[in-house]
């Protein structure tokens, strides 16, 4: 078992597939941004509305695939954040195969915290550090 606390399901698309007949590894980046907005709304740092107002910007993404992952498998994505710095959330990622727990791929983002409006990063909100580091169980320091 992980240590993730929350996980996302995923229905893998025929549309998901490419011509050998697995996901095509670009959708691996959409099953993780699936599960980061699935995780925003778990701990209601976004209700829905304007996507100006969630105010993170995708910095950098990591994907080692480990098992192409067929159409038809039951599909979970485990997300955690790892690190909360000023302006940075760091993300870490399993997608697994929901009743075995077979290892289709791991990961990890940095997202900084942005205005859109004023195009420029900003610190992490206090609201958003508050609930994630009480979700999560970190450290006042956000490292676990």
């Given at each position: 078992?992980?240590?993730?606390?929350?996980?996302?399901?995923?229905?893998?698309?025929?549309?998901?597939?490419?011509?050998?007949?697995?996901?095509?590894?670009?959708r691996y980046l959409t099953y993780m941004e699936q599960a980061r907005i699935a995780y925003i709304q778990h701990l209601a740092l976004w209700?829905?509305?304007?996507?100006?107002?969630?105010?993170?910007?995708?910095?950098?993404?990591?994907?080692?695939?480990?098992?192409?992952?067929?159409?038809?498998?039951?599909?979970?994505?485990?997300?955690?954040?790892?690190?909360?710095?000023?302006?940075?959330?760091?993300?870490?990622?399993?997608?697994?195969?929901?009743?075995?727990?077979?290892?289709?791929?791991?990961?990890?983002?940095?997202?900084?915290?942005?205005?859109?409006?004023?195009?420029?990063?900003?610190?992490?909100?206090?609201?958003?550090?508050?609930?994630?580091?009480?979700?999560?169980?970190?450290?006042?320091?956000?490292?676990?």
């Open positions: 078992m992980n240590d993730f606390r929350f996980y996302h399901p995923i229905e893998v698309r025929y549309g998901d597939l490419d011509p050998q007949g697995h996901v095509n590894n670009a209700k829905g509305g304007s996507f100006m107002d969630i105010g993170i910007i995708l910095a950098d993404v990591q994907v080692t695939f480990l098992s192409p992952i067929l159409f038809g498998e039951q599909v979970r994505v485990w997300l955690q954040v790892n690190h909360l710095g000023n302006k940075s959330i760091t993300m870490d990622y399993l997608i697994d195969q929901f009743e075995t727990g077979q290892k289709y791929a791991t990961g990890s983002t940095v997202l900084v915290a942005f205005d859109y409006r004023e195009h420029r990063s900003i610190p992490v909100p206090e609201t958003w550090r508050s609930k994630i580091m009480e979700f999560e169980r970190l450290p006042e320091k956000g490292h676990p």
